[in-house]
């Protein structure tokens, strides 16, 4: 940075001078120039023959005259370079003479002087000393200018080096003790720095190693960490580059790039390549839609070639990550090139737990904060979403001025990373506030009578996140939600605030659109992927890809009729008919409770899962001092009629009670 600042003030003083220097020249020449009379010989000599002259001085060596007039001031000189010295002196002598011999007190003073002979060369020096200054600088400027060309172009022929980030093994700071919540993943990789460490044991026996690791996993999970804690535990050299920084707008740079990529490792074995993000480089071949798939194909086929190319036991390691590996081509997954896939998953609660010990360190921690607690209200985090979690406790407890991270910091810092941050100040209508009150206990109370769905941690109903009026926020109690029963008692979660919507208040918002489209994913889910559907079967109608790969899935089109389609529509229909009619039936019995729920949200904006509970089992609240109990009045805006539309709908388990039919 040094380097470049110098380089810029030189740069920045040299277009300064030239112009500095041509301003000085101007002035010089139009200094010497100053004051110099324009008049011809006869006028000048006609000068001295009208007596207008009061003092002269001549240079008998370069013939400059100095005049000055008896009408010009003191200060003023006049200069003039007479032709002929010889001539000049016959011309005026005789006036100059007589004007003196008429004017005794009032003579003309004048003086001869013999200058120097080179006197004109002297005049010229300052000229000459420009001239030679502007002409070194425009020799250094095309110097320069044929520096930063040759430059550019040695930059335009080094696109085809790769510019890789190495560290050495010995200087990494990353070690297996600070990869936690993947004991089988280091397990498999102890193997790698075994290797690295005692080569000689596996050539013996005629092993060989595994030329490329491919570390596969949902983001944050810890794929680059592992790769830098083996080149670490290994002290081996690191070499880490992203799969996006081999192709350019170039053609052929990919391909050149892989090669250089390669060449590096050799010198530096035994030493470890990592390739963040290798899908980037790495997609099906065959599959492009335009020529720029061309250039990255041709990348691809390159480091094919290499990593089947060196020899067996060159000492170099080639390990990649990527979160898409379905998209990747088959022949970069072949044995001899990724020999070994390891499945880097979320970590279970163990593993969270350990996560969290490591970045618990060098925060202090208050007696009330218990990790295996915070890991077991945690499930679904990586581990640097339990790294932010930590940071974000952290940032709570310093703005509250404590000393110590707090347990209810953990808590707060949890909610504010899974749902985002509250907006207190944003200010809504009663109308609103009754409707998402409503919604919110909905969704509480249909999960509260369904058997072994997730308690609820805490209702709200000031907005968070983006366009949430607010939240119930459950606490899961297994890792994965794998049977069919669980998927179903989910829908009715969903389908309470909906449902409680139009119970209530008589009608719908659009509130309930997020909670629809994931009720309706998990349906088809069920019906198409997971052959949960009694009507069609154990049958997959899915792909399997959650995503589309625009390439390989252009043009792809369905692998089942129409009237399967039909189908399968109506068979999600009926699913999520059933769940909708389902919670009504539990909305409706226990109205009150919903009512209860609802009006202690309006009073309180905020209900902790431990309140929850007492309301829905005692009608009071736990944390409240004087145990005051909520009497479920109902509101006034649930008139009489539809209190027995919703005795007759709980009465009624038909598909067209409650949710319309699509008029199509």
């Given at each position: 940075?040094?380097?470049?600042?110098?380089?810029?003030?030189?740069?920045?003083?040299?277009?300064?001078l030239?112009?500095?220097?041509?301003?000085?020249?101007?002035?010089?020449f139009?200094?010497?120039?100053?004051?110099?009379?324009?008049?011809?010989?006869?006028?000048?000599?006609n000068l001295f023959r009208?007596?207008?002259?009061?003092?002269?001085e001549?240079d008998?060596?370069?013939?400059?005259?100095?005049?000055?007039?008896?009408?010009?001031?003191?200060?003023?000189?006049?200069k003039y370079?007479?032709?002929?010295?010889?001539?000049?002196?016959?011309d005026?002598?005789?006036?100059?003479?007589?004007?003196?011999?008429a004017?005794?007190?009032?003579?003309i003073?004048?003086?001869y002087?013999?200058?120097?002979?080179?006197?004109?060369?002297?005049?010229?020096?300052?000229?000459?000393?420009?001239?030679?200054?502007?002409?070194?600088?425009?020799?250094?400027?095309?110097?320069k200018?044929?520096?930063?060309?040759s430059?550019e172009?040695?930059?335009?022929?080094g696109?085809?080096k790769?510019?890789?980030?190495?560290?050495?093994?010995?200087?990494s700071d990353?070690?297996?003790?600070?990869?936690?919540?993947?004991?089988?993943?280091?397990?498999?990789l102890e193997?790698?720095v075994d290797?690295l460490?005692?080569?000689?044991?596996?050539?013996e026996l005629?092993?060989?190693?595994?030329k490329?690791?491919?570390?596969?996993?949902?983001?944050?999970?810890?794929?680059?960490l592992?790769?830098?804690?083996?080149?670490?535990?290994?002290?081996?050299p690191f070499?880490?580059?992203?799969?996006?920084d081999?192709v350019?707008m170039?053609?052929?740079?990919?391909?050149?790039?892989?090669?250089?990529?390669f060449?590096?490792?050799k010198?530096?074995?035994?030493c470890?390549v990592?390739i963040d993000?290798?899908d980037?480089?790495?997609r099906?071949?065959?599959?492009?839609?335009?020529?720029?798939?061309?250039?990255?194909e041709?990348?691809?086929?390159?480091?094919?070639?290499?990593m089947?190319?060196f020899?067996?036991?060159?000492?170099?390691?080639v390990?990649?990550?990527?979160?898409?590996?379905?998209?990747?081509?088959?022949?970069l997954?072949?044995?001899?090139?990724f020999?070994?896939?390891?499945?880097?998953?979320?970590?279970?609660?163990?593993g969270?737990e350990?996560?969290?010990?490591?970045?618990?360190?060098?925060k202090?921690?208050?007696?009330?904060?218990d990790?295996h607690?915070?890991?077991?209200?945690?499930?679904g985090?990586?581990?640097a979403?339990l790294?932010?979690?930590?940071n974000?406790?952290?940032?709570?407890?310093?703005?509250?001025?404590?000393?110590?991270?707090t347990?209810?910091?953990i808590i707060?810092?949890?909610?504010?990373?899974?749902?985002?941050t509250?907006k207190?100040?944003?200010?809504f209508?009663?109308?609103?506030?009754?409707?998402?009150?409503?919604?919110?206990?909905?969704?509480?109370?249909?999960?509260?009578?369904?058997?072994?769905?997730?308690?609820v941690?805490?209702?709200?109903?000031?907005p968070?996140?983006?366009?949430?009026?607010?939240?119930t926020?459950?606490?899961?109690?297994?890792?994965?939600y794998?049977?069919?029963k669980d998927?179903?008692?989910?829908?009715?979660?969903m389908?309470?605030?909906?449902?409680?919507?139009?119970?209530?208040l008589?009608d719908?918002?659009t509130?309930?659109?997020?909670?629809?489209?994931?009720?309706?994913?998990?349906?088809?889910?069920?019906v198409?992927k997971?052959?949960?559907?009694?009507s069609?079967?154990?049958?997959?109608?899915?792909?399997g890809?959650?995503e589309?790969?625009?390439g390989?899935?252009?043009?792809?089109?369905?692998?089942?009729?129409?009237?399967t389609?039909?189908?399968i529509?109506?068979?999600?229909?009926?699913i999520?008919?059933e769940?909708y009619?389902?919670?009504?039936?539990i909305?409706?019995e226990?109205?009150?409770?919903?009512?209860?729920v609802?009006?202690?949200?309006l009073?309180?904006?905020?209900?902790?899962?431990?309140?929850?509970?007492?309301?829905?089992k005692?009608?009071?609240?736990?944390?409240s001092?004087?145990?005051e109990?909520?009497?479920p009045?109902?509101i006034?805006?649930?008139?009489?009629?539809?209190q027995?539309?919703?005795?007759d709908?709980?009465?009624?388990?038909?598909d067209?009670s409650?949710?319309?039919?699509?008029?199509?």
């Amino acid at each position: 940075m040094r380097k470049n600042l110098s380089q810029n003030w030189k740069s920045i003083i040299f277009y300064i001078l030239i112009p500095v220097m041509l301003i000085g020249s101007i002035f010089l020449f139009s200094g010497q120039n100053k004051n110099t009379d324009v008049k011809n010989y006869s006028e000048i000599v006609n000068l001295f023959r009208t007596n207008q002259v009061a003092e002269y001085e001549l240079d008998l060596s370069s013939g400059q005259l100095t005049y000055r007039l008896f009408d010009d001031k003191k200060d003023v000189v006049n200069k003039y370079s007479v032709p002929s010295v010889t001539y000049f002196i016959d011309d005026i002598s005789e006036y100059v003479n007589e004007y003196n011999d008429a004017h005794s007190d009032k003579q003309i003073t004048y003086n001869y002087k013999k200058g120097s002979t080179n006197n004109w060369w002297l005049s010229m020096l300052p000229t000459f000393f420009f001239t030679i200054i502007i002409i070194l600088m425009f020799v250094w400027l095309m110097r320069k200018m044929t520096g930063s060309i040759s430059s550019e172009t040695n930059r335009t022929l080094g696109f085809g080096k790769i510019k890789s980030k190495t560290q050495s093994g010995e200087d990494s700071d990353k070690k297996f003790e600070d990869v936690a919540g993947c004991e089988e993943e280091k397990a498999e990789l102890e193997e790698l720095v075994d290797f690295l460490k005692n080569g000689e044991r596996y050539t013996e026996l005629g092993a060989r190693i595994p030329k490329g690791v491919l570390l596969v996993g949902p983001p944050g999970t810890g794929k680059t960490l592992l790769a830098k804690a083996v080149a670490g535990e290994a002290g081996a050299p690191f070499l880490s580059i992203s799969g996006s920084d081999f192709v350019e707008m170039y053609v052929g740079v990919g391909a050149s790039r892989v090669r250089d990529l390669f060449e590096q490792a050799k010198k530096k074995a035994p030493c470890i390549v990592f390739i963040d993000e290798i899908d980037a480089v790495g997609r099906h071949r065959g599959t492009g839609m335009g020529g720029g798939n061309d250039e990255r194909e041709q990348t691809l086929n390159q480091l094919l070639v290499e990593m089947d190319g060196f020899g067996s036991n060159s000492g170099v390691i080639v390990i990649a990550a990527t979160n898409r590996p379905d998209v990747l081509d088959p022949a970069l997954l072949r044995p001899g090139r990724f020999d070994r896939q390891i499945t880097v998953n979320r970590p279970d609660a163990q593993g969270r737990e350990d996560i969290l010990k490591v970045h618990a360190k060098g925060k202090p921690l208050a007696p009330d904060v218990d990790l295996h607690e915070v890991a077991k209200d945690t499930i679904g985090f990586t581990g640097a979403d339990l790294e932010n979690l930590m940071n974000e406790s952290a940032l709570l407890a310093v703005r509250r001025n404590k000393k110590a991270i707090t347990s209810q910091d953990i808590i707060d810092a949890t909610s504010r990373v899974e749902l985002g941050t509250e907006k207190k100040s944003h200010k809504f209508s009663d109308k609103a506030k009754k409707l998402t009150a409503y919604h919110e206990a909905g969704h509480a109370v249909a999960s509260f009578y369904i058997e072994g769905h997730d308690p609820v941690r805490e209702i709200s109903i000031v907005p968070r996140g983006l366009g949430a009026g607010g939240y119930t926020w459950y606490t899961p109690q297994e890792e994965n939600y794998n049977s069919r029963k669980d998927m179903l008692d989910n829908l009715v979660s969903m389908f309470g605030g909906r449902v409680a919507e139009a119970l209530a208040l008589n009608d719908i918002s659009t509130g309930a659109s997020n909670d629809l489209q994931r009720a309706t994913e998990i349906v088809r889910d069920m019906v198409i992927k997971y052959g949960m559907s009694d009507s069609i079967g154990p049958v997959v109608y899915d792909s399997g890809n959650g995503e589309v790969f625009l390439g390989k899935d252009y043009g792809h089109v369905n692998n089942y009729s129409e009237a399967t389609s039909a189908r399968i529509d109506a068979e999600v229909e009926k699913i999520m008919r059933e769940a909708y009619n389902r919670t009504v039936e539990i909305l409706s019995e226990h109205f009150d409770k919903l009512e209860l729920v609802a009006n202690v949200l309006l009073e309180k904006e905020k209900i902790s899962g431990e309140d929850f509970e007492s309301l829905m089992k005692k009608g009071v609240l736990s944390s409240s001092d004087e145990q005051e109990a909520y009497a479920p009045e109902l509101i006034e805006d649930v008139t009489p009629e539809i209190q027995n539309e919703i005795q007759d709908t709980s009465d009624e388990n038909t598909d067209d009670s409650v949710l319309p039919k699509n008029d199509e």
